[in-house]
């Protein structure tokens, strides 16, 4: 070895020695917020916390789900930041949460906040069930907004209905379970035998029937506020419509995965996830947040959302979804020709 | 997949000058063993522990629960009941409910039917076995020790499924009128969709083949782009054309493309070329004197056609007609975007994995859908044996007579069929640079902005084509050592035989069925392979084995056509096998082995099924993001996408055909 090398070694040797002294943890962070976002929220972390280094796995809120069951005897993740509160009571029931109380949660709205104590997750923010509704399809078919869920049973809208399937979507489902909640369990199911009649296909994916809609593949597209608001920015002619009996929701929530290593760094974000700031940079695209008195309104969407969320019980939700689901296979999976 | 490679094989011919068993056999039948160990890491170990899986059941034990009841001070209690025997009492939750799958719930209340919760009775609930679960609330409990709740809490109380083996999921799923549904749509599909299929192909490779029509190259171009995109695209393109706001909308006279039209149309462009390729293949072996025959004999054309043409591409049609089935059957792309509310089984593998997690029934369905698949499979082997040479060494090659309106009819329909192919393409190109469909038609790129949408971004791009490199290295390199240990090593007969099988296998497994295999084989943190799970590798050796029997198969080929003799008088003159496997073998079989590297790169680009339950976050693929931004309704930027992996493959093949054109000249001079 020549001494250049040696020196060219050396140099590198000390320009490495500085990062390991002042070494900041690093968390695998799972996730299923927007792909926009995420430079954004790990930005805005990583400020107020420059010691600890955010890496994203991100994918949507099924395929993650799915991941963190199949990875639960050997746990990948440290911290689960912006998956469905309903997911997260899935994995709590499979005893892979690590229960913490956040400081500062007792600011946050209670309805955002797991049952127990400590928690086992803590919610960021909602999504709540809407409808898009193309007013240039709407108009060539003569067709009037509907205001209301009952409206959607009406004749004229059959065959222009579309809505996610509950069984693979989180936002069907939260439609369904909201219905329910609603309405009692047989109401809704009778209910849902009549729209069953004007939906013309059950979409895999939730925000896909807004954009049916925004795309004039469909005049009404069962969704969430979140897509309507986006594709109207893009210039779909549609309406974003809250039913007035009140809207199903989901939150959109943070829990640590237990066993984590890193358990420390887990907590501050936990912590972090919760403050004022926080919610504030979740408003950016989210129109309900957690922590009270923050929400700002959002483009394209009114500024009472909160009001049309309904109470919803999110361990009730978890604990009879497999029937529930079931029961709705059964009913309207089974008429599964296509319909002209 | 692409079958199109597979050319018919010729039975081995010469005599092989039996050798002692030397240092140099024991060598290739140590590489044999590797690559046969391979074979059985990468695909039966997988597809066993699969099946395994499916017989893995949850089901309510409700002996392994017991009660105990208080009166309404809450201080004396009852006898201690297991929920057996309650639910024997009761009947409140019939057989068929208390199976269930691995998220199921059972509300203890139900055994209580005088149960009120705000009454002061008391409930006591313990497991008699230490894994007998229940949750109160979200909250899981587990032992043998009495835990008591007043009656709010006690109304919170399910219980948990135990898991077992059995066939009850099979029971399930035959009973689920909705997923049987799809065995029946699934087979119905694929049967009308090779009817027509193999019609049109035979008619383009009849025009082809027997007819002066002009731009005969140019058409065998164009009738093989299907291959170059993903089965998704087709579906995209039909949204386009023939969807509720479709350029051609009207043309279905109020049918919907969404279902089983689509499917039938998607299918047949994107099986087209395979069937295409395969029957041009049995028909271009005419011989001429058959022909001449007829002609004295005064048959007439149609005569001449149903007992000389047809029965001599006979084994050709009915290859294809498997290979068509068998595509479109495990097509999982392709009905996921146009099928609608229509079932297909490859759809329901992913439904129940994907959007319910329930990976049990997702392993039934695969095993249900290999059934088919394995059983067309065996037949085309069958019929394959029993081909015979056409072409004897004194056969004159068919030579085509002008026939104006034969020709013009030809002509025509190749460009009809030509037309339907560019069309579709054309029209996601379209769609791909358009602002928003079908408001605001001005041009823009924003929908190439991979980055702002799911799916991955450009930086699933960038796998996609190192996954597609690698493949293509290391796929060809594998296959064709395999291929040249069973067709030039001597003796070991019955390790050779075996290994061929498990070579032949891939084709048999579709790739949603071999994707799920691997999630349960190698996501297991006591498999000593369990790091590469989530990595490029699986991803890789997941697209090698997925393809590798037509590679096998043009590898066995081009080996079969070399004498064998080279072995024999490479050991008369005591030469190592491998200084005649680098110095004569690879270099005569290198166009074999660049047309096995572009078909493995070109699939590796278009693949859906198989990767789309192994990818990780940071190996996301281009292919999978088109499905998954179709998924989520941003259908422009997956055309774009869609768009740029065709495009990838183009440029594939114009290198591959460069690279084709130097060596050739340099190594095949002796041709």
């Known amino acids: 070895m020549n001494r250049r090398v040696l020196f060219l070694l050396a140099g590198a040797v000390s320009a490495v020695l500085p990062a390991i002294a002042f070494a900041e943890t690093q968390l695998t962070v799972y996730t299923a917020i927007e792909a926009v976002d995420l430079d954004r929220y790990k930005a805005t972390f990583e400020k107020a916390h420059p010691d600890i280094k955010i890496n994203w796995v991100r994918d949507s809120t099924g395929v993650m789900t799915a991941k963190l069951l199949a990875e639960k005897d050997n746990p990948q993740a440290d911290v689960v930041w912006g998956l469905a509160a309903t997911s997260l009571l899935l994995l709590k029931t499979e005893g892979m949460l690590e229960p913490y109380q956040p400081k500062g949660v007792e600011e946050l709205d209670k309805k955002f906040v797991d049952n127990d104590t400590p928690p086992g997750w803590v919610g960021m923010d909602a999504y709540v069930a809407a409808l898009c509704y193309n007013t240039v399809e709407g108009e060539k078919l003569g067709l009037k907004a509907p205001t209301s869920w009952e409206d959607l049973t009406k004749p004229e809208y059959k065959g222009h209905i579309v809505m996610p399937n509950p069984a693979s979507s989180g936002t069907g489902f939260l439609n369904v379970s909201g219905w329910m909640q609603l309405w009692g369990e047989d109401k809704a199911w009778a209910y849902m035998d009549k729209l069953h009649e004007n939906i013309s296909a059950y979409t895999h994916s939730g925000s896909k029937p807004c954009k049916m809609a925004g795309a004039g593949e469909a005049v009404i597209g069962v969704s969430f506020e979140f897509p309507g608001a986006k594709a109207k920015s893009a210039g779909a002619p549609i309406d974003i419509i809250f039913p007035s009996e009140g809207s199903g929701w989901e939150a959109e929530a943070t829990a640590i995965i237990g066993g984590t290593p890193n358990l420390e760094a887990a907590k501050t974000l936990v912590d972090w996830s919760v403050t004022k700031e926080a919610n504030e940079m979740y408003n950016v695209g989210y129109a309900v947040v957690a922590y009270p008195g923050v929400a700002k309104a959002v483009e394209h969407l009114p500024s009472d959302i909160s009001s049309k969320m309904i109470d919803n019980d999110f361990e009730w939700a978890a604990n009879n979804r497999t029937a529930i689901l079931k029961e709705w296979q059964k009913r309207y999976d089974a008429k599964s020709e296509p319909k002209s | 997949m692409n079958f199109a490679l597979e050319a018919s094989h010729l039975p081995l011919t010469g005599k092989r000058l039996r050798q002692e068993a030397s240092r140099d056999d024991l060598v290739k039948l140590g590489f044999m063993a590797v690559i046969g160990l391979y074979l059985i890491v990468a695909l039966a170990a997988p597809l066993f522990v699969m099946l395994s899986k499916s017989l893995s059941t949850y089901r309510f034990a409700l002996a392994a629960f017991e009660f105990q009841v208080s009166d309404e001070t809450g201080a004396n209690w009852g006898p201690v009941v297991s929920a057996a025997e309650l639910n024997r009492e009761l009947g409140a939750v019939a057989d068929t409910e208390l199976s269930t799958n691995s998220d199921g719930r059972l509300a203890a209340t139900k055994f209580f039917p005088e149960f009120k919760f705000r009454s002061p009775v008391h409930y006591r609930i313990r497991g008699t076995t230490d894994d007998a679960a229940f949750l109160v609330g979200s909250t899981r409990e587990t032992g043998t020790a009495w835990r008591e709740y007043d009656s709010g809490t ?94 051609f909308k009207d043309w279905l006279m109020g049918y919907s493309i969404y279902g089983p039209i689509g499917i039938v149309i998607g299918s047949v462009f994107f099986t087209l070329p395979h069937a295409f390729l395969i029957i041009l293949t049995a028909l271009s072996i005419a011989d001429a004197r058959h022909y001449e025959a007829a002609a004295s004999l005064k048959a007439s054309k149609w005569r001449t056609f149903t007992t000389v043409t047809v029965p001599g591409a006979r084994y050709g049609i009915v290859s294809a007609a498997f290979v068509v089935f068998t595509l479109v059957i495990t097509d999982f792309g392709l009905p996921k975007v146009i099928g609608g509310q229509y079932g297909m089984l490859a759809v329901d593998i992913y439904k129940q994995v994907i959007g319910q997690q329930n990976f049990e029934m997702g392993a039934v369905v695969s095993v249900i859908l290999l059934v088919p698949a394995v059983l067309a499979f065996v037949v085309d082997r069958r019929m394959q044996r029993r081909q015979v040479a056409l072409l004897s060494a004194r056969a004159v090659p068919y030579v085509p007579k002008r026939n104006a309106r034969m020709d013009t009819l030809c002509f025509a329909f190749a460009c009809l069929a030509s037309l339907f192919i560019l069309g579709m393409i054309a029209m996601c190109q379209i769609a791909a640079i358009v602002k928003f469909w079908p408001y605001d038609l001005t041009l823009t790129a924003k929908n190439f902005a991979f ?91 997941c697209t090698v084995t997925h393809f590798y029997t037509v590679a096998h198969l043009t590898a066995l080929t081009a080996l079969k056509q070399m004498d064998p003799e080279f072995e024999s008088v490479a050991a008369s003159l005591k030469q190592p096998f491998h200084r005649l496997f680098f110095r004569v073998t690879v270099p005569v079989c290198l166009p074999a082995i660049l047309n096995i590297a572009i078909y493995l790169f070109v699939n590796a680009m278009t693949t859906v099924s198989a990767v789309v339950f192994l990818y990780a976050t940071d190996t996301k693929l281009a292919s999978v993001a088109v499905l998954n931004m179709d998924d989520a309704g941003d259908i422009a930027p997956a055309a774009a996408m869609g768009m740029m992996i065709f495009y990838t493959n183009v440029a594939a093949k114009l290198i591959h055909a460069l690279i084709a054109r130097g060596l050739l000249a340099r190594t095949q001079a002796w041709r």
Request: proline share 6%; net charge positive.
């Open chain 2, 451 to 541: 980055d702002l949408m799911d799916g991955g971004g450009w930086a699933a791009y960038g796998n996609s084509i190192r996954l597609a490199l690698l493949t293509a290295l290391f796929g060809s390199v594998i296959v064709f050592a395999g291929a040249y240990m069973v067709e030039k090593a001597d003796g070991f007969r019955f390790g050779r035989s075996i290994f061929h099988f498990l070579a032949m296998m891939p084709m048999a497994v579709p790739g949603m069925v071999l994707g799920l295999a691997y999630i349960f084989f190698f996501n297991n943190p006591a498999n000593p392979l369990y790091p590469i799970y989530g990595t490029m590798t699986i991803l890789v050796v």
């Open chain 2, 154 to 247: 006690f109304r919170r109380v399910v219980l948990r499924p135990a898991s077992s083996l059995g066939f009850e999921n099979f029971r399930t799923y035959f009973s689920t009128p909705a997923l049987a549904q799809s065995i029946h749509n699934s087979v119905l599909m694929a049967a009308i969709s090779t009817v027509v299929t193999i019609s049109i192909a035979f008619a383009l490779a009849y025009g082809l083949t027997r007819s002066c029509m002009p731009l005969r190259g140019l058409f065998r171009g164009i009738l093989t782009i299907p291959i170059l995109v993903p089965s998704l695209l087709p579906g995209i393109a039909l949204v386009y054309l023939f969807g509720n706001q479709g350029v």
